[in-house]
C-alpha cells in the first residue's frame, strides 16, 4: 500500500508538470502547514475547553451522579467486572466522555480501565472496551462539531442522526458479537 502511494503521488505531480499547473501545486503546498496548524490549533483549544468542563463536573461530584445513571448501562456491558470501584470509575469516565465525543480525552480513562482490567484478568472486558471506544457513539459529538464550525459549515448537525444511528448499531452489534463469540 505504500508503494501504491508513492507511485500515485509521483504520477499525480508529473501530470500537475505537464498540465502547467506548478502555481496552484506550489500554491497549495505552501498554504498546507498553515491550515494544519489552524486545525490543530481549534482542535486542542476545544479539547481543553471540554476537558476543564469534564473536570468541573468531576470536581463538583456531578460526576457521582452520571456514574450512578451509567451503572446499568455498564453492568450490561462489562458484567461483574465492574463491582470493582477503580474499574467502574474508569470505564464510567470513557463512557461518559464517549457520550460527549471527547474521544481524545476518553483515552486517559480507557488506557487506565485496560491496564486495571488487564491486571484483574477481564479478557473479554478489554475487548469489550476497544468496541466502545471505536464505534464512535456519541450523543453530543462535540469535535465533529468543532471540526465542521472550524470549515464554516451551513448545517452544522447535518451528520447527526447518521452519526448516531450508525454508532449505536455498531455499539450494540460488536457488543453481542463479542459476548456470544467469547462468553466468559
Not at 472486558?125 to 462535540?142: D, R
Amino acid at each position: 500500500m505504500n508503494k501504491f502511494f508513492q507511485y500515485t503521488l509521483i504520477i499525480l505531480l508529473i501530470i500537475g508538470f505537464i498540465m502547467n499547473h506548478q502555481q496552484q501545486m506550489l500554491e497549495s503546498l505552501l498554504k498546507t502547514p498553515f491550515e494544519v496548524f489552524e486545525l490543530t490549533k481549534t482542535l486542542i483549544l476545544s479539547l481543553c475547553l471540554w476537558n476543564g468542563l469534564l473536570k468541573v463536573i468531576q470536581a463538583s461530584r456531578m460526576m457521582d451522579h452520571f456514574t450512578f445513571l451509567l451503572r446499568p448501562i455498564l453492568k450490561f456491558i462489562y458484567g461483574k467486572c465492574i463491582e470493582e470501584e477503580s474499574l467502574y470509575q474508569n470505564l464510567s469516565s470513557n463512557l461518559l466522555a464517549n457520550l460527549l465525543g471527547l474521544g481524545t480525552l476518553a483515552t486517559l480513562s480507557g488506557l487506565k480501565a485496560i491496564q486495571l482490567l488487564k491486571e484483574k484478568g477481564y479478557r473479554q472486558a478489554i475487548m469489550l472496551l476497544v468496541v466502545m471506544n471505536t464505534a464512535g457513539f456519541s450523543i453530543l459529538p462535540t469535535t465533529m462539531m468543532t471540526l465542521r464550525q472550524s470549515y464554516h459549515s451551513m448545517h452544522l448537525l447535518a451528520f447527526y442522526p447518521y452519526s448516531l444511528f450508525i454508532g449505536f448499531i455498531i455499539s450494540v452489534v460488536g457488543i453481542l458479537i463479542i459476548k456470544v463469540i467469547d462468553h466468559e
